[in-house]
């Protein structure tokens, strides 16, 4: 896939979506940074689900410490490996009360040292609290950017040094979330609405579903 294409690609995506933001809710950079670690193997609404009852009781290193872990489980439940992401939670406040003074750190390094938080939750953090321009590559990105051509790759990593290799530097910052809701409701995993896609013509998907 050539500049010109891509650049087209992202110029359709962002018409159609000029704000493209995160679907979870969140009030504070620290909120962003549990909801994105509960979201894994998850999706954004079971994690607004159960958000909407432990933020307004625990929504800080500090809140949620004093809430402990079996409580904490009990505000989770609803989501997938709950037990391992309480326990996660707990010693991820732990580490930014003792190391980072209760804030959200705002380098990759740092914020990987946090039990839960793997490359993607941090690139996800990272793009979304600080506008940085880097690519959290998940199940959805992965699929569109295989199929389009945008950013091909066998793994997670090598996907998102294609695409941080080849997305326009206007659409950095948005890219994440473009691409997110474009695999989200559009280019579906098993039926993905090729009649309705604004860039059908552009996409490189060999087995385009007909209207």
Do not use: W
């Amino acid at each position: 896939m050539n500049k010109a294409k891509r650049l087209q690609i992202f110029a359709r995506l962002a018409d159609i979506t000029p704000n493209p933001v995160t679907e979870l809710v969140y009030h504070s950079t620290f909120e962003l940074l549990i909801s994105v670690v509960l979201s894994a193997q998850a999706t954004d609404k079971s994690v607004n689900k159960a958000t909407a009852l432990l933020f307004p009781v625990a929504n800080t290193p500090e809140t949620i410490l004093a809430l402990g872990e079996i409580k904490l489980k009990t505000y989770i439940k609803t989501i997938g490996l709950y037990n391992a992401k309480a326990a996660n939670i707990i010693k991820l406040c732990r580490r930014l009360l003792a190391e980072f003074q209760g804030k959200v750190p705002q380098t990759r390094l740092e914020l990987e040292s946090l039990a839960g938080v793997g490359r993607k939750t941090a690139n996800v953090v990272l793009n979304t609290a600080f506008g940085l321009p880097v690519m959290a590559v998940d199940t959805h990105i992965f699929r569109v950017s295989n199929r389009t051509g945008l950013g091909k790759g066998k793994n997670v990593l090598e996907v998102e040094r294609q695409l941080d290799k080849h997305i326009p530097k206007r659409y950095k910052v948005d890219a994440h979330h473009l691409l997110i809701l474009h695999g989200r409701y559009t280019c579906m995993a098993r039926k993905p609405k090729c009649s309705a896609c604004v860039i059908a013509d552009l996409c490189d998907f060999k087995d385009k579903l007909p209207a």
